[in-house]
């Protein structure tokens, strides 16, 4: 069966490669690659020589990769994410899809709210997947100088192996400048690791089927360590200046109990188990910083996007979705 998908990806690309540029397929590094997957996982050379004939050169990946969006301030990374749109939409998408949903949150132990915030901050669901081929994205940083270039070959790799087991055309297969598929934006490995099918099915599909969309991003969370009806993040009322203390011991980078916290004039603005701990999240704010603490599933969410932001927008926005669903079944 393999031998057969091999040999039509080669008549697919055959037609194609003698037009394109052959800037990667003659470069050494490339070569060595093609070598590697050759060796290792027995794909055919000739297949991968020409499919490799077909990566165009794509500065504004590469522009996209040194400028990420996490390296803005809170304030305006919060302000391009948590609109009033994507809390609208994410109420909408919610009410579409509730049997899924709550099927989901059953079976996974992962809230609704924070599934459906996932999707509207990675791809304001299912509007923005990406306008890269992913084969072209990781192979731009993968052979480049970028610093991560060795962890964008691996998922190279991983995609190559994606595309053969699912049977996707690798041309084809469209996502985000650093090469993240579908609606829940998965890298490749992530894809072959945690996406599953809802209805149990072989095949999975992470651009047009919500179930399979839904589902993978609750497996994703479980399988990092998601623990049902336990908080995510609070914010922190700060009294006076001990918690300086706390920020140049490097402490704030830790888990720490609760209950420390008071110790540096830091004080949770909700109840909070005193038997959990957390770390102290400072936050940019355009007058002055916010404070919060961080949770286990606060770190569960960073296995998605290792950024303090993004974890925040992810729960922020999921908060904000839920409060206007209430407001709408109460009115």
């Known amino acids: 069966m393999i031998k057969k ?4 990806l080669s008549l697919l690309l055959f037609a194609t490669a003698s037009t394109a540029s052959t800037t990667f397929a003659n470069r050494t590094d490339v070569k060595n690659f093609i070598n590697h997957m050759v060796k290792k996982h027995h794909f055919k050379q000739n297949d991968l020589t020409a499919l490799f004939s077909t990566i165009k050169v794509r500065p504004r990946i590469i522009k996209s990769v040194k400028a990420p969006l996490e390296q803005k301030p809170w304030y305006l990374y919060q302000m391009l994410f948590i609109t ?30 924070i599934i459906v915030a ?29 610093p991560r270039a060795g962890f964008f070959r691996q998922e ?25 598929i579908g609606q829940p ?30 589902a993978s991003i609750a497996n994703y969370y479980k399988k990092h360590g998601w623990k049902t009806n336990q908080p995510v993040a609070v914010q922190a009322t700060i009294n006076g200046y001990h918690y300086q203390e706390l920020m140049k011991t490097n402490t704030s980078t830790k888990m720490i109990p609760v209950t420390d916290f008071s110790r540096y004039g830091i004080t949770p603005e909700a109840t909070v188990p005193d038997d959990l701990s957390a770390r102290l999240i400072p936050l940019q704010g355009y007058y002055r910083n916010q404070y919060w603490l961080g949770f286990h599933n606060f770190d569960v969410i960073k296995a998605y996007n290792p950024s303090n932001l993004y974890a925040m927008t992810v729960f922020q926005l999921s908060y904000y979705i839920s409060s206007l669903r209430t407001r709408l079944d109460n009115a």
């Not at 190279?156 to 996502?175: A, D, I, S």
């Not at 690791?193 to 999975?204: E, K, L, N, Q, R």
Request: charged share 20%.
């Open 118 to 146: 996932t999707i509207g901050v990675e791809t304001k669901y299912g509007k923005n997947t990406g306008e890269y081929p992913v084969i072209d994205a990781l192979a731009n940083i993968g052979f480049s100088n970028s």
């Open 156 to 180: 190279l790799e991983e995609f190559l192996l994606l595309c053969r087991e699912q049977h996707l055309n690798p041309r084809k297969v469209m996502g985000s400048y650093a090469g993240a």
């Open 185 to 214: 934006q998965f890298m490749p490995s992530s894809y072959r690791y945690f996406a599953v099918s809802y209805t149990g099915h072989t095949h999975i599909d992470l651009s047009h089927n919500e179930g399979d969309i839904i």
């Open 5 to 8: 998908i091999v040999l039509g």
């Open 84 to 113: 009033e749109s994507r809390i609208r939409q994410g109420a909408q998408f919610w009410n579409k899809y509730a049997t899924i949903l709550t099927a989901t949150e059953k079976k996974y132990g992962v809230p609704a709210s």
